[in-house]
C-alpha cells in the first residue's frame, strides 16, 4: 500500500519520526505537521506527539497548497517566531538552533538552508568566439549552492502567505525579494540528503546506522 513520504521508513522509523527526534534533542518541542495526503495515517502514528517528547499539532489541508501555502492556515498563536519549516524528506545532522541563532543575527526575513553541490559537464566545453574555438575544457566540473529545504521564517514572512492558494516556498521567496526584505542563506554542515530519489532513499538508509540520529 502506498504511504505518505513523511512515513517513508529510514531503518526502524519513519523519516519524519528521524526528523523530530533530531529536533527535540536539540530542545525544540512544538511541532505543526501540514497534512494532506493520507493524513489519518500520519496522524494515528504521531497522536498529540507525547511519546515523542514533542507537543503536536496539525494544519490540514482541504487541496494541495504547495510548499508554502498550508503555513497560512497554521495558528500563530502556537507559534514561536521565528521557526523552523522542513520539508519531511530530508534527512540531515545539521545543528538547527545554529542556523536559528544566524538567522537573527542576521536580522533576516527568511534564512536558507542550503547545501554545495559539484557538477561535471560530461562532454567537452568550448570557449568560442563568432564560431571559432578558443579552447576546449573537457568535463568541467561546477560548484552550485542550492537550496536543501530548511528555512527560518521571521513572522513578517508568514503573514505574506496567502490564504488557500497553492503557493511553493520558491513563491515566498520571489515576494519577500519583491519586498526588499533580507533573505540570508546557511551552510548546513554534517550530512544532508534528499530522499525523493529511489537511490538516495537506498542510500540514506545504507548510511543511517553511521550517522547517530
Given at each position: 500500500?502506498?504511504?505518505?513520504?513523511?512515513?517513508?521508513?529510514?531503518?526502524?522509523?519513519?523519516?519524519?519520526?528521524?526528523?523530530?527526534?533530531?529536533l527535540?534533542?536539540?530542545?525544540?518541542?512544538?511541532?505543526?505537521?501540514?497534512?494532506?495526503?493520507k493524513?489519518?495515517?500520519?496522524?494515528?502514528?504521531?497522536?498529540?506527539?507525547?511519546?515523542?517528547?514533542?507537543?503536536?499539532?496539525?494544519?490540514?489541508?482541504?487541496?494541495?497548497?504547495?510548499?508554502?501555502?498550508?503555513?497560512?492556515?497554521?495558528?500563530?498563536?502556537?507559534?514561536?517566531?521565528?521557526?523552523?519549516?522542513?520539508?519531511?524528506?530530508?534527512?540531515?545532522?545539521?545543528?538547527?538552533?545554529?542556523?536559528?541563532?544566524?538567522?537573527?543575527?542576521?536580522?533576516?526575513?527568511?534564512?536558507?538552508?542550503?547545501?554545495?553541490?559539484?557538477?561535471?559537464?560530461?562532454?567537452?566545453?568550448?570557449?568560442?568566439?563568432?564560431?571559432?574555438?578558443?579552447?576546449?575544457n573537457?568535463k568541467?566540473?561546477?560548484?552550485?549552492?542550492?537550496?536543501?529545504?530548511?528555512?527560518?521564517?521571521?513572522?513578517?514572512?508568514?503573514?505574506?502567505?496567502p490564504?488557500?492558494?497553492?503557493?511553493?516556498?520558491?513563491?515566498?521567496?520571489?515576494?519577500?525579494?519583491?519586498?526588499?526584505?533580507?533573505?540570508?542563506?546557511?551552510?548546513?554542515?554534517?550530512?544532508?540528503?534528499?530522499?525523493?530519489?529511489?537511490?538516495d532513499?537506498?542510500?540514506?538508509?545504507?548510511?543511517?546506522?553511521?550517522?547517530?540520529?
Amino acid at each position: 500500500a502506498h504511504i505518505p513520504k513523511a512515513l517513508t521508513p529510514i531503518a526502524d522509523k519513519p523519516i519524519l519520526e528521524i526528523i523530530i527526534n533530531r529536533l527535540v534533542n536539540q530542545g525544540f518541542r512544538n511541532f505543526s505537521l501540514c497534512v494532506n495526503y493520507k493524513k489519518e495515517m500520519i496522524q494515528e502514528y504521531f497522536l498529540d506527539g507525547s511519546r515523542f517528547n514533542a507537543n503536536i499539532n496539525y494544519v490540514h489541508e482541504s487541496k494541495r497548497l504547495g510548499t508554502a501555502g498550508a503555513l497560512s492556515n497554521t495558528n500563530h498563536q502556537s507559534i514561536s517566531y521565528p521557526c523552523i519549516v522542513t520539508n519531511c524528506d530530508i534527512l540531515t545532522t545539521a545543528n538547527f538552533q545554529d542556523i536559528l541563532e544566524h538567522h537573527e543575527k542576521e536580522s533576516a526575513a527568511i534564512t536558507l538552508g542550503t547545501r554545495i553541490i559539484n557538477y561535471e559537464i560530461p562532454y567537452g566545453v568550448l570557449e568560442m568566439n563568432n564560431n571559432q574555438v578558443h579552447k576546449i575544457n573537457e568535463k568541467p566540473s561546477y560548484d552550485y549552492q542550492i537550496n536543501a529545504g530548511v528555512y527560518i521564517l521571521s513572522k513578517e514572512v508568514f503573514d505574506l502567505v496567502p490564504k488557500d492558494t497553492h503557493f511553493d516556498m520558491t513563491d515566498l521567496i520571489d515576494l519577500a525579494l519583491s519586498r526588499k526584505l533580507k533573505i540570508s542563506t546557511y551552510p548546513l554542515s554534517g550530512y544532508w540528503i534528499d530522499i525523493g530519489q529511489l537511490e538516495d532513499l537506498e542510500k540514506a538508509r545504507t548510511d543511517y546506522e553511521s550517522l547517530g540520529l
